[in-house]
T-cell receptor
Framework: EAQVTQNPRYLITVTGKKLTVTCSQNMNHEYMSWYRQDPGLGLRQIYYSMNVEVTDKGDVPEGYKVSRKEKRNFPLILESPSPNQTSLYFC???????????FGPGTRLTVT | ELKVEQNPLFLSMQEGKNYTIYCNYS?????LYWYRQDPGKSLESLFVLLSNGAVKQEGRLMASLDTKARLSTLHITAAVHDLSATYFC??????????FGAGTRLTVKP
């Protein structure tokens, strides 16, 4: 089944404790992206990647890192999480930039 | 900076009625997307509009794009309860990031 998976789905952590949210797609998509969703703000793009080893900042990249060492994986790293990073995070992929995006199930992160 | 504005943000309609959701954006772009999100769920792609004048229809939903007016519309025909969800438009500036509207929460009442 074609899908985008994210792990974990739920995470509660404390300020400053490094964490990684994984994202994987099995559709051989070139384009992958991370978003955060906050009430009243819609989705805001954090980082995106047009292909392996190519990543670019989105609208709200501060406090986040990403890597794209393999085509299928695009992990989101929070080196020192803060409470303002409490949010719902979605990973998405598409065949190329400008294509229909497929979203993962979301990761609800709480930073205390 | 690319801004995307949707309106209305909240829409309550009766079954059987028609209505339109508007998506305005601030810079030149010919790539516009519509997504649906059910409560507690992820986003589902509805339409991809890639050129001026593009019109796509799926069931009771029809989306159009006017790049000169920097406007996309999502028209709902004869609404049914199953269409209750939040609808997002998103605009991609070529070579740049994707910007989403704040979303329109649609409630269809019997």
């Amino acid at each position: 089944e074609a899908q985008v998976t994210q792990n974990p789905r739920y995470l509660i952590t404390v300020t400053g404790k490094k964490l990684t949210v994984t994202c994987s797609q099995n559709m051989n998509h070139e384009y992958m992206s991370w978003y955060r969703q906050d009430p009243g703000l819609g989705l805001r793009q954090i980082y995106y990647s047009m292909n392996v080893e190519v990543t670019d900042k989105g609208d709200v990249p501060e406090g986040y890192k990403v890597s794209r060492k393999e085509k299928r994986n695009f992990p989101l790293i929070l080196e020192s999480p803060s409470p303002n990073q409490t949010s719902l995070y979605f990973c998405a992929s598409s065949l190329s930039m400008g294509g229909e995006q497929y979203f993962g199930p979301g990761t609800r992160l709480t930073v205390t | 900076e690319l801004k995307v504005e949707q309106n209305p943000l909240f829409l309550s309609m009766q079954e059987g009625k028609n209505y339109t959701i508007y998506c305005n954006y601030s810079t030149t772009s010919d790539r516009l997307y519509w997504y649906r999100q059910d409560p507690g769920k992820s986003l589902e792609s509805l339409f991809v509009l890639l050129s001026n004048g593009a019109v796509k229809q799926e069931g009771r939903l029809m989306a159009s794009l006017d790049t000169k007016a920097r406007l996309s519309t999502l028209h709902i025909t004869a609404a049914v309860h199953d269409l209750s969800a939040t609808y997002f438009c998103a605009v991609e500036e070529v070579g740049n990031d994707m910007r989403f509207g704040a979303g329109t929460r649609l409630t269809v009442k019997p």
